[in-house]
């Protein structure tokens, strides 16, 4: 009744019906898969919400940034700690809901024309989400963080040139710690960076919506799946509604980025065991496994840092970037698709996966070899040798062997693909009505 | 296990065993019948109490193997042999041992002021909480979750393995009190003020959960898929 009310006046003065009408009925794909984007929406959705919270609690000053987010453990703060929780525990799993599905993008092919531009925005919010991340746990200005921040203060003193500049820039001042720091990365984390992250999201959905989700069904005319309403909006809230809860029960029950133990930062204080939050490890690794070698170009010194530090990620992230295209120029297939792949259709994709995804593994798995090496009662010294040649012969052996498997497993599938799922398609009655039918397309 | 052999070989021995039998048997075949070494292990002369303690009541003495890796991240088993043994054999070795750093007192200090003095002189190598960690090619500071007081005082005073000795001109006693009681504060599990019952320990396990809970979702989707496309 409300409903109703509403939408006639919404219509009376916008002309909302016709809109509604559509928006109502879209016909969304259906697979288990295509939530995957969604969770990391969920969790967006999620620290905005938290994070705004916690602004209000939270001093943006060098000297009162970590009491400020101490003082969440006061009393005064009921639920305080906890909103902290979930904010931190939402952004380890922000940043991993994107990396899986980016996978799931990636290995069934979503990405193909038309679609190469949102695979890009993608990218990029992947890249913003981490660094968002390692701003915001940078905010409460503890040992942990502050030892991170002075890495990466370095690795940008390591740039040819501009170096001093860029590292001046980052930390708003000559030197580190700069005392406008921490008021620069609460701009960066509160504003900035999610403000552009929302842009691109919102870039993000419309293309989706407007160039239409993909299917792994074989039509390439006609969208096969679940109306919105009430089919898909009730189970899109049930994913949202699995994701509160597992974020609650993350946030009550482990403690995540305890800043009272790591005390504030002092430049003079350090702590075994110091590893970024995972999705910056693999930074961290590079670190501990790069050479030690400081070339000399044109007579500029550069500090060994620059490379796994910089130029590494860089690489990484513009070969992501550019990876549709090059799947068009290897593969020649210049084509739009609307239907998805299965993985094991494209080798050469499965092998490339496979690779980037053991050197992402190794990396940040690299990023521990101090507390793997005590725990497996190894040298460090060979751990990290170790690590170096898998880093080197590794992606080619996983990539020879997934491409291999991928092979097999395409010969042995049957050509049309997976089967149909269930159609919802409307039938008139005898009595002139419409009812939905639900038919097993074959 | 490593420390069968001696605790086999004192029950052997007579009722009460001296000083020097407890030495000869658990001791002699690797520091020498008068203490001066040996290939297989060092001189003992003038170590100092702090030490023959630290090592005897933490069980990496009597070790089975020479030269055995003495300073490991893992807690140690326990004292090997029984305390009355312990003592004996620390009287035993009293004037042998006499010119290096002795056994030293240690009452629970200040918990903040040994905050302090953790963080800046031992939280490089045994990490926040006591955790311990690797420090460097082949050592490990061991974790310091089931040390008993007296031994961090020891271990301080007389700095064994990699460690290095913390004398008095470097802490005082008031220092070696605070931080001696901040060391076994850590091992209290603190009741949070409204914290999580399950502590963090350090990125890396935050970040395996943050993928178990992905996991976790994952498998939600796909099971109630899977289940609507079976109705």
Not at chain 1, 31 to 50: I, P
Not at chain 1, 270 to 297: C, H, K, Q, S
Not at chain 1, 345 to 354: D, E, I, K, S
Request: charge should be neutral; glycine fraction near 10%.
């Amino acid at each position: 009744m409300i409903v109703r009310r509403t939408a006639t006046w919404l219509d009376e003065r916008f002309g909302t019906n016709t809109f509604l009408h559509a928006a109502l009925a879209k016909i969304y794909p259906d697979h288990w898969s295509f939530y995957l984007g969604e969770f990391a929406l969920y969790f967006f959705m999620v620290l905005v919400g938290t994070g705004i919270w916690l602004t209000f609690a939270f001093d943006a000053s060098a000297q009162g940034a970590y009491p400020s987010v101490l003082a969440l453990a006061d009393r005064s703060h009921p639920i305080g700690y906890v909103i902290r929780q979930v904010h931190h525990w939402a952004a380890v799993c922000f940043v991993a809901a994107i990396l899986v599905h980016m996978g799931r993008i990636f290995f069934s092919g979503a990405f193909r024309k038309p679609r190469e531009l949102n695979w890009m925005i993608g990218v990029c919010m992947l890249m913003l989400a981490s660094f968002t991340g390692f701003t915001g746990y940078s905010l409460p200005n503890d040992g942990l963080s502050g030892t991170g921040l002075r890495i990466a203060y370095s690795v940008a003193l390591s740039i040819p040139l501009i170096g001093r500049w860029a590292a001046g820039v980052f930390v708003g001042g000559d030197d580190f710690p700069a005392p406008l720091l921490t008021t620069h990365l609460y701009t960066l984390h509160v504003y900035y960076l999610p403000v552009t992250i929302g842009v691109l999201l919102a870039l993000h959905l419309f293309f989706v919506v407007y160039q239409k989700h993909t299917q792994f069904v074989r039509d390439p005319k006609r969208v096969v799946g679940r109306r919105f309403w009430p089919d898909y909006a009730l189970r899109t809230v049930a994913a949202l509604g699995a994701t509160l809860a597992v974020l609650a029960l993350m946030a009550t029950f482990f403690e995540i980025n305890p800043v009272g133990d790591y005390g504030p930062y002092r430049p003079w204080i350090v702590m075994n065991g110091a590893v970024p939050d995972w999705y910056a490890a693999f930074l961290e690794g590079a670190l501990r496994l790069g050479p030690r070698t400081e070339f000399v170009i044109a007579g500029h010194p550069i500090p060994p840092v620059f490379w796994p530090g910089l130029v590494l990620p860089t690489l990484t992230f513009l070969f992501l970037l550019a990876w549709p295209f090059i799947e068009v120029r290897v593969t020649g297939d210049r084509a739009a698709h609307d239907v998805l792949q299965r993985p094991s259709a494209v080798p050469l994709r499965v092998a490339v996966g496979a690779a980037l995804i053991f050197e992402g593994l190794l990396l940040t798995i690299a990023a521990g070899d101090d507390q793997t090496a005590a725990t497996l009662h190894v040298p460090l010294d060979t751990l990290v040798w170790i690590y170096r040649v898998a880093l080197l012969a590794g992606p080619f052996a996983v990539g020879l062997l997934a491409a291999r498997i991928a092979v097999e497993v395409h010969v042995r599938t049957p050509d049309d693909g997976p089967p149909r799922p269930d159609a919802v398609v409307l039938v008139r009655n005898a009595a002139g009505g419409y009812v939905e039918e639900e038919v097993q397309a074959g | 296990m490593l420390t069968l052999a001696p605790w086999l070989l004192t029950v052997v021995l007579a009722a009460a065993p001296t000083g020097a039998d407890i030495y000869a048997t658990a001791c002699a075949s690797c520091h020498g019948a008068q203490q001066w070494g040996s290939p297989d292990g060092p001189s003992l002369h003038r170590v100092g109490m702090a030490d023959v303690d630290f090592y005897l009541m933490t069980g990496r003495m009597p070790a089975a193997k020479p030269w055995i890796e003495v300073a490991h991240r893992d807690e140690r088993a326990g004292q090997a042999l029984p305390l009355g043994h312990i003592r004996a054999l620390e009287a035993y070795l009293a004037p042998v041992v006499a010119g290096g750093p002795p056994l030293p007192e240690v009452a629970s200090g200040n918990l903040a002021r040994g905050y302090q003095v953790y963080a800046v002189n031992c939280q490089q190598c045994h990490a926040v909480g006591g955790n311990g960690g690797s420090i460097g090619r082949a050592d490990w500071a061991p974790a310091l979750h089931q040390a008993t007081i007296n031994e961090v005082a020891d271990a301080i005073r007389a700095g064994p393995g990699e460690m290095p000795r913390f004398g008095d001109q470097q802490f005082t006693q008031a220092d070696l009190d605070d931080v001696a009681g901040y060391v076994l504060s850590m091992q209290i599990a603190q009741p949070g003020s409204g914290g999580p019952p399950f502590p963090s320990t350090g990125p890396v396990p935050e970040g395996a959960l943050g993928y178990v809970a992905i996991i976790v979702l994952i498998a939600f989707v796909f099971g109630s898929w899977r289940h609507d496309r079976k109705a």
